[in-house]
């Protein structure tokens, strides 16, 4: 099972927990409803945050290029980069990659030719425009391993989201063939932590999280009761970093 994926289905399962990125030593992890995912700017950042309870680490193509290795499953974020080549992604790959995660706007070649172990994550933005969903239902066919499920939530969002954009949202997670981790802007609250489950969320992506947070986010997370079977062959990765629309403000 490729690892990015893998790493989603473990979250469900209790774990040994390494010191460092070693694996196989030190307390055991308990499961959790949903992997929490983290971005690191060094390689000592991506360490704490492992140690934390992070179970995916993404990184920017900076790091990547100064050797930066884990254990755990671990990424490049190429969204910043406009034009990607069939070659960058096999050097990705070759550097130790497990995935990178790549924009709608990047060139399909990107997408054509396969790079063996490099799982692809597209970036998506649920859509406010499309009524009957065509061009939302055509990323499914996009030779991708994942999707990037763009909602960037804050605290506040979440707590003012109603019945009606939660069904809308959780339609469009289903229309989708990928796994799913959604991206968060700020610490989420206890309560608002089965609304993201509920939501399909195989993987939580914290942007800006620091060691505390993930901690906490874990702490929580093992108390939230799992969404999907982790041995469903349906489970992939979305992941969640932009404004959904209006949340009726």
Do not use: C, Y
Request: zero cysteines.
């Amino acid at each position: 099972m490729p690892k990015l994926i893998d790493a989603l289905h473990r979250a469900g399962k209790s774990a040994a927990v390494g010191f460092g990125f070693s694996k196989g030593t030190g307390a055991a992890r308990k499961s959790k409803a949903t992997a929490i995912i983290v971005s690191a700017k060094t390689a000592t950042d991506a360490q704490r945050m492992i140690q934390a309870g992070a179970d995916v680490v993404i990184v920017t193509p900076e790091v990547a290029a100064q050797g930066f290795k884990s254990d755990v499953s671990w990424g490049v974020d190429l969204r910043g980069i406009e034009k990607v080549d069939v070659a960058q992604l096999r050097g990705t790959q070759e550097g130790g990659a497990d995935f990178v995660i790549l924009s709608t706007s990047a060139p399909a070649r990107a997408l054509a030719t396969k790079v063996e172990k490099l799982e692809r994550v597209i970036d998506v933005i649920p859509p406010t425009d499309d009524p009957l969903l065509l061009k939302f239902r055509a990323l499914n066919l996009l030779d991708a391993d994942g999707a990037i499920f763009e909602t960037r939530f804050t605290a506040q969002d979440l707590a003012a989201l109603r019945v009606e954009q939660f069904a809308q949202l959780r339609a469009l997670r289903e229309v989708l063939r990928f796994p799913a981790i959604v991206t968060l802007r700020e610490m989420p609250s206890e309560e608002d932590l089965p609304l993201l489950v509920k939501l399909g969320a195989q993987g939580i992506w914290l942007i800006d999280a620091s060691e505390e947070q993930v901690n906490t986010l874990r702490e929580l997370l093992e108390r939230v009761p799992r969404e999907h079977d982790e041995d469903s062959p349906s489970v992939g990765p979305m992941v969640a970093s932009s404004p959904v629309a209006d949340h009726g403000e």
